[in-house]
């Protein structure tokens, strides 16, 4: 019996600031309804790629909400919050939108608040790892945050950046987690990445 787990990282549904193109970081905007689509959408796909022990959350109300939908779908409990896979926090940046941010960042201002993506890193992986040992040999969907899903796909793959926009509200990043090692199989992100391992 295999004891690699499947981890299929999410992102939650569009919220209005994320059409109005601002940065949400830890301010806990709620879905909308174009997002509610997009979380039955994933759900969809996920049911035809099943079977699924477990769902589980970041806490803020745009994840939980799309987790709550794919749980459902899923005819699974209702999800669990996982500690580690909130989105990043982007202090001041915080409701500014990607124009605004360009200006403050082009005046060298400091970003107040601002966590470091190391630490996102430092928080999400050892989660998913988590995760791997709470459902080894199953599989598990963890709704998150662009942020985090970004911050995991650069430190698995070794890159430095990633297409602006490539991970897109609803998507799904599939990846196998055994002893430590977090191997990309899939993702909506990089239909291009060739599957690498990291620790």
Known sequence: MSTATTVVLVRHGETDWNREGRIQGSTDIPMNDVGRVQAHEAALRLAGAGPWGAVVTSPLARASETAAIIASA???PGPDVLEGIQERRHGVLEGLTVAERRRMQSEAVPVAGLEPRAAVIGRAVPAMQRLSVA????????????GVIQSVLLHVLGRGALPSGSVANGSLH???V???LL???DS????????????
């Open 183 to 185: 191997d990309l199989e």
């Open 174 to 176: 599939r990846f196998r």
């Open 178 to 180: 055994a002893e430590g």
């Open 135 to 146: 459902h080894r040999g199953g599989a598990v969907v963890a709704v998150t945050h662009g």
């Open 74 to 76: 899923l005819e699974l």
């Open 188 to 199: 909506d992100a990089l239909p291009f990445a060739e599957p690498t391992a990291s620790a």
